[in-house]
């Protein structure tokens, strides 16, 4: 069965701290894999990386994929209190004419003053 | 340029009813997708429409769910009868057809269920 396996599960920091953020994957047609910031309601994209070792970078946000160890890291720098937020990890899968995202649970993050 | 909206936000039924969701995606994007998030659960896929034809129907529960699409433009996800196990986050999502873009999701903010 496809996995992907986010930690740590919630994460408590202050305000300037760096996180690194974790998520491994075990899964059959990997096409990409997607980040996602989840406030409230919607989750929103952060990043799509399919190509191993190509650095994302938007502002105080990064992300690397590593396809031969099966894993992907978010890092957030500088972190402020609108960081707060669950980060969703999630694989695109492609079977046959099929289109699937496969999420972890998730990474619970609060940034304190 | 307008987002995926889903209604209601929120609808409080009880077992054995009716509830229908809607979804409006990002105008032009031909995929759609339904997701489910239920209690203390990862988000799961339902199913996956191209245009009006359902593409990928594997994560549908069982056929108390009914999802349409007609005229491939937005989709409604009815439950009928609803279960206490129904309850959760009901996310719509929509992409472009092609390109890298297709599989870049935008999401809307769910629609909340609660079966009684």
């Known amino acids: 069965e496809d996995k992907v396996v986010q930690s740590p599960l919630s994460l408590v920091v202050h305000e300037g701290d760096t996180v690194t953020l974790n998520c491994s994957y075990e899964?059959?047609?990997?096409?990409?894999l997607l980040w996602y910031k989840q406030e409230k309601k919607a989750p929103t994209f952060l990043f799509m990386l399919t190509s191993s070792g190509i650095e994302k970078k938007s502002g105080r946000l990064s992300s690397i994929l590593d396809k031969k160890e099966l894993f992907s890291i978010l890092n957030i720098t500088a972190t402020q209190t609108g960081d707060s937020a669950i980060y969703l990890c999630a694989v695109f899968l492609y079977i046959g004419s099929a289109r699937q995202l496969t999420f972890g649970s998730g990474t619970q993050l609060t940034v304190l003053p | 340029e307008a987002g995926v909206t889903q209604f209601p936000s929120h609808s409080v039924i009880e077992k054995g009813q009716t509830v229908t969701l809607r979804c409006d995606p990002i105008?032009?994007?031909?995929?759609l997708y339904w997701y489910r998030r239920v209690m203390g659960k990862e988000i799961k896929f339902l199913l996956h429409f191209v245009k009006e034809s359902k593409q990928d129907e594997s994560g549908m529960p069982n056929n108390r769910f009914l999802a349409e699409r007609t005229g491939g433009t937005y989709s409604t996800l009815k439950v009928q009868p609803a279960e206490l196990e129904d309850s959760g986050v009901y996310f719509c999502a929509s992409s472009q057809v092609g390109g890298s873009g297709a599989n870049v999701l935008t999401f809307g903010a769910g629609s909340r269920l609660t079966v009684l």
């Open positions: 105008s032009g994007h031909d995929n």
């Open positions: 899964v059959t047609n990997f096409r990409s």
